[in-house]
């Protein structure tokens, strides 16, 4: 079975500019989480999904948002990028408890 | 706030020599308490989750426990391979329908042949 898959692998963008981050689900998981890792830490929350409804948001600016689609995948995205905001960027899908990670994207931002 | 601390940051062993990291949280209410494989570059790969204090789950060279404040991630006679970093991450009950991980920073465990 397909697990997460993330789209780019690999991102470089300028300060200033936006991206967009996508996500499809394990089959039949409804639930799409995003989470941002910088080096050496663990990953942070930034957004859950559910059945498209916003269910959770982290502590980040408002640069940041998110949606789902009815088939379940989803998009980040993020506005007016910053230095600070070059990261791994990881999706999550979940059926019950448990939540189960894609390889995630790579943004460097210079 | 809920809370994770993992220890030690970083872990040394040769080959065969069996260990124990720990991970200790705070938390409003545990939903469950979750321990993740990070390769270099990749995402966390799920491999136990734990419900409740006395809870046990093992995976080949791996055992998971859990106590009403900490977990630990006992290694077993570790092999080269199972270098890498540990996360462990809890999820609060009441959340408003959020399931929120919240992480530690992980233990780097690396095992020399």
């Known amino acids: 079975d397909a697990g997460v898959t993330q789209s780019p692998t690999h991102l470089i963008k300028t300060r200033g500019q936006h991206v967009t981050l996508r996500c499809s689900p394990i089959?039949?998981?409804?639930?799409v989480s995003w989470y941002q890792q910088v080096l050496g830490q663990g990953p942070q929350f930034i957004f859950q999904?559910?059945?498209?409804?916003?269910?959770g948001r982290g502590n980040f600016p408002d640069r940041f948002s998110a949606r789902q689609f009815p088939n379940y995948s989803s998009e980040l995205n993020v506005n007016a990028l910053l230095l600070g905001d070059s990261a791994l960027y990881l999706c999550a899908s979940s059926l019950a408890v448990e939540q189960f990670f894609g390889p995630g994207t790579r943004l460097t931002v210079l | 706030e809920d809370q994770v601390t993992q220890s030690p940051e970083a872990l040394r062993l040769q080959e065969g020599e069996s260990s124990s990291l720990n991970c200790s949280y705070t938390v409003s209410g545990l939903r469950g308490l979750f321990w993740y494989r990070q390769d270099p570059g990749k995402g966390p790969e799920f491999l136990f989750t734990l419900y409740s204090a006395g809870e046990e789950k093992e995976k080949e060279r791996l055992k998971a426990t859990l106590t009403k404040k900490e977990s630990f991630l006992h290694i077993t006679a570790p092999k080269p391979e199972d270098s890498a970093t540990y996360l462990c991450a809890v999820q609060a009950r009441n959340q408003g329908g959020s399931e929120k991980l919240v992480f530690g920073k992980g233990t780097k465990l690396t095992v020399n042949p």
């Open positions: 089959s039949g998981h409804k639930s």
């Open positions: 999904y559910y059945e498209k409804e916003e269910r």
